[in-house]
Nanobody
Framework: VQLQASGGGLVQAGGSLRVSCAASGRSFYTYTMGWFRQAPGKQREFVAAISWRDGVTNYADAVKGRFTISRDNTKDTVFLQMNSLKPEDTAVYYC?????????????WGQGTLVTVSS
């Protein structure tokens, strides 16, 4: 199983960026896909999640209204569209997958992609 995150980079505050997570190695149709982030010196935190089967989403309060998580079933890829970026959004962004909809534990993790927002 592989989760390959990509699309990170440097962007100015107020700008936009889209990061992607390509999933392979098994069918993730019944999984929930999540994005997490970890800023320097801070703990990893939840950003957003989407149910692959029905597209139900949820977001952390800090990104609600600015970030959008989506999936492309034909490409087995999950996206995180980030708008109105702030310097505090600077972090390594990780994608993850969990099989149990009633658990918060994610079994699979990607390698992360760095997003840097300059002020």
């Amino acid at each position: 199983v592989q989760l390959q995150a990509s699309g990170g980079g440097l962007v100015q505050a107020g700008g936009s960026l889209r990061v992607s997570c390509a999933a392979s190695g098994r069918s993730f149709y019944t999984y929930t896909m999540g994005w997490f982030r970890q800023a320097p010196g801070k703990q990893r935190e939840f950003v957003a999640a989407i149910s692959w089967r029905d597209g139900v989403t949820n977001y952390a309060d800090a990104v609600k209204g600015r970030f959008t998580i989506s999936r492309d079933n034909t490409k087995d890829t999950v996206f995180l569209q980030m708008n109105s970026l702030k310097p505090e959004d600077t972090a390594v962004y990780y994608c993850a997958a969990r099989s149990n909809p009633y658990s918060s534990r994610y079994e699979y993790w990607g390698q992360g992609t760095l997003v840097t927002v300059s002020s």
